[in-house]
């Protein structure tokens, strides 16, 4: 069973206006960590914004900001004001330990956002 | 930036032929990781590293191996490369093991299998 879902494939919107991608996700640990990251064309895997399962108040970082649902498992990504250069594959990712003690990042398929002018 | 490196950015090869991909970072940390990215499935975990010489199995080991000789480096070898090893490859680092720690990459490997 996937661990991490993203049910959007592919996204649209028009610059300056807000998008939310989908993420929802399958644990039974009770800590845990929530990462997206952004790829855009040129390959690099970009560091977004991270929720931990005990945080109370929803993560934000700049223009990006975190609709975490813990009852619902979901860990939507919301971007504001969007711009041409938010145009990017988008991975929502879980942090799950390993049986060797480490951790790794359980990755969805995630969602190709294209914003237009 | 967390100073890592990949090598080659690029190869294209041929089936049988063995391959090794190099993983390097300066920061002296102690988690390592490689996965691939294939269409339509995101990144998925080949093998991990947490310390010298101790590494394990991700979701998608067969097929490959790995060494870490020492902290800085942490390499990933074909034996025999298929057309199914075709692939982006990317390296990682966990700063720690803090929940709030995120995965830091390199900028890739792009692997071609004929």
């Known amino acids: 069973a996937q661990k991490i879902t993203q049910t959007q494939p592919g996204m649209f919107v028009q610059e300056k206006e807000a998008v939310t991608l989908d993420c929802t996700y399958d644990?039974?640990?009770?800590?845990?960590?929530l990462f997206w990251y952004k790829q855009p064309s040129s390959g690099e895997m970009i560091f977004l914004i991270y929720q931990g399962s005990y945080d109370e108040q929803n993560a934000t970082e700049g223009r990006y900001s975190l609709n975490f649902q813990k009852a619902r498992k979901s860990a939507n990504l919301v971007i504001s004001a969007s711009q041409l250069g938010d145009s990017a594959m988008y991975f929502c990712?879980?942090?799950?330990?390993?049986?060797?003690?480490?951790?790794?990042?359980?990755f969805g398929k995630g969602t190709k956002l294209t914003v237009n002018p | 930036d967390a100073g890592i490196t990949q090598s080659p950015r690029h190869k294209v090869t041929e089936t049988g032929t063995p391959v090794t991909l190099r993983c390097h970072q300066t920061?002296?940390?102690?988690?390592m990781y490689w996965y691939r990215q294939d269409p339509g499935h995101g990144l998925r975990l080949i093998h991990y590293s947490y310390g010298v010489k101790d590494t394990d199995k991700g979701e998608v080991s067969d097929g490959y191996s790995v060494s870490r000789s020492k902290t800085e480096d942490f390499l990933l070898t074909l034996e025999s490369a298929t057309s199914s090893q075709t692939s982006v490859y990317f390296c990682?680092?966990?700063?720690?093991?803090?929940?709030?720690?995120?995965?830091?990459f390199g900028p890739g490997t792009r692997l071609t299998v004929l």
């Open positions: 990712a879980m942090r799950e330990r390993t049986q060797g003690g480490s951790e790794k990042l359980v």
């Open positions: 644990t039974s640990d009770q800590s845990y960590g």
């Open positions: 990682a680092i966990t700063r720690g093991l803090a929940v709030y720690n995120e995965q830091f």
């Open positions: 920061e002296n940390h102690r988690y």
